[in-house]
């Protein structure tokens, strides 16, 4: 199996992306991943979608809403940052947005007057410091033997013990299953009135079924106009996400409703 991801290597997303695929490309942005998963370049990609300090990594919703794939699968891992670089002094640190944002006390605390930049992603960060000695990255430890070795100045260094990263795995549409406890779509009701999005969640509440993630993303065509992302704990093999799929396109009649496939939940430790 190959699959595309976040690189270059030794980012979280390479991590993730190793547990479902033997050979590993790297691209350096999400959208450029689902792209050339959608132009079935690639069996796999793996992008970041939330993160339990940041929350949403927007990129992605945006680049599953505009592109015509199917998910197969979500990974879960634990993420715990280290801070890397060549010697104990330095100017900036480098990293991905999240990892910094997922850093931010420890960073205000220890370092108040070194600069931050934000990079493509955390082992970008990591090739920054290796080339430059006022340059320190944040990214996972096994990056200071990867290559030119960099010190481990500290570790552990996210704001929250419990930081974890969800990662969805998606493949070319037609892959798209109805096997698997979660399902994720995107709807775009084209629509704005009291109780529309009451009556997307009563779809599922009135058929018992639980959502585990529901958010609002700018449709980018108005201020104001939105589309929704909704995690739903059961499968498209049940009836009851079926029917509720069914009334939420009616609801939708305006717009459109992506159904991204039902997938099951793998945890990755390391
Ligand atoms: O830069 C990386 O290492 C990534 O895989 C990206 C990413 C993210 O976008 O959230 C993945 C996991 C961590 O939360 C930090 C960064």
Redesign the pocket.
Request: zero cysteines.
């Given at each position: 199996m190959r699959a595309v991801?976040?690189g270059p290597a030794?980012?979280?997303?390479?991590?993730?992306a190793r547990a479902v695929a033997e050979e590993v490309a790297f691209r350096e942005s999400?959208t450029a991943i689902v792209e050339a998963v959608a132009d079935g370049k690639f069996e796999r990609g793996v992008?970041?979608i939330?993160?339990s300090?940041?929350g949403s990594?927007t990129?992605?919703l945006d680049a599953l809403a505009d592109r015509e794939v199917a998910v197969t699968r979500e990974i879960v891992?634990p993420?715990r940052?280290a801070l890397l670089a060549q010697g104990a002094e330095f100017d900036v640190v480098a990293?991905?947005?999240?990892?910094l944002a997922?850093c931010r006390s420890f960073l205000e605390s220890e370092y108040p007057d070194v600069g931050q930049e934000a990079v493509?992603?955390?082992?970008?960060?990591v090739e920054r410091a290796r080339e430059d000695p006022t340059v320190a990255a944040i990214?996972?430890p096994d990056n200071a033997t990867n290559g030119v070795e960099l010190q481990v100045l500290a570790e552990d260094i996210q704001d929250r013990s419990s930081?974890a990263?969800r990662?969805l795995v998606v493949a070319p549409v037609a892959e798209r299953s109805e096997a698997g406890g979660k399902t994720t779509l995107v709807v775009y009701p084209n629509a704005n009135y009291p109780g529309l999005l009451l009556e997307l969640l009563e779809a599922f509440a009135e058929r018992d079924i639980n959502l585990s993630r529901a958010e609002s993303r700018p449709s980018g065509r108005r201020l104001g106009d939105y589309l929704f992302h909704f995690d739903a704990e059961a499968g498209l093999y049940e009836e009851r996400t079926r029917e509720a799929i069914e009334e939420i396109e009616e609801i939708a009649e305006n717009g459109w409703v992506r159904v991204l496939g039902s997938y099951d939940t793998m945890h990755v430790l390391y």
């Open positions: 991801t976040l030794g980012t979280y997303s390479h991590r993730a999400v992008v970041p939330e993160n300090i940041e990594v990129e992605s891992t993420i940052h990293s991905h947005s999240q990892a997922q493509a992603s955390t082992a970008r960060g990214g996972h930081n990263t990662f």
